[in-house]
């Protein structure tokens, strides 16, 4: 498979956190005026990062977060695979909010945000190795994709 631009071959955690803080290097230098955006991004049903009208970009920005997990040297079997790479999706997302409400110096509460990312990682991917956690992964992404993608529960 072709790997998304720029994204170094390896395991699902690095490649999560080289696109996590690539994103963030691409973003930074319109932080001000994502600022101002944030509560249409957020709250507009309309126009917000999970409408129907923006999903054009949302999907291209998913699947690579989807590529990060399914193309590793470590990616987990199906369905578990692209489930984790969307909720990595919505990681990213939060790990962006936090960054455009950062007040702290230098945003160093945003670099400590993902440091502590970085740290948690590794036992997150021991935790998939457990049933009832590949199962909850899962079953939360099917939530999600309900509740903020619009997308049907599949059976």
Not at 78 to 91: H, I, S
Request: charge should be positive; aromatic fraction near 8%.
């Amino acid at each position: 498979a072709q790997q998304a631009a720029g994204m170094p071959p390896g395991r699902w955690r690095d490649r999560f956190l080289f696109a996590l803080k690539a994103s963030l290097q691409v973003l930074e230098p319109h932080q001000m005026a994502l600022r101002a955006l944030t509560p249409v991004m957020v709250g507009d049903p309309e126009e917000g990062i999970f409408s129907a009208s923006t999903a054009f970009s949302r999907l291209r920005v998913q699947r690579v977060f989807e590529q990060v997990v399914t193309e590793s040297s470590d990616a987990p079997k199906q369905p578990l695979a692209e489930a984790l790479g969307r909720l990595l999706y919505l990681v990213h997302l939060a790990v962006l909010l936090w960054w455009l409400l950062d007040k702290s110096p230098n945003q160093r509460a945003t670099a400590a945000l993902v440091s502590l990312t970085q740290q948690l990682l590794p036992s997150a991917g021991l935790a998939l190795r457990v049933p009832p956690v590949r199962k909850f992964v899962i079953s939360v992404d099917e939530l999600v994709r309900e509740a903020l993608f619009g997308s049907p529960i599949s059976a």
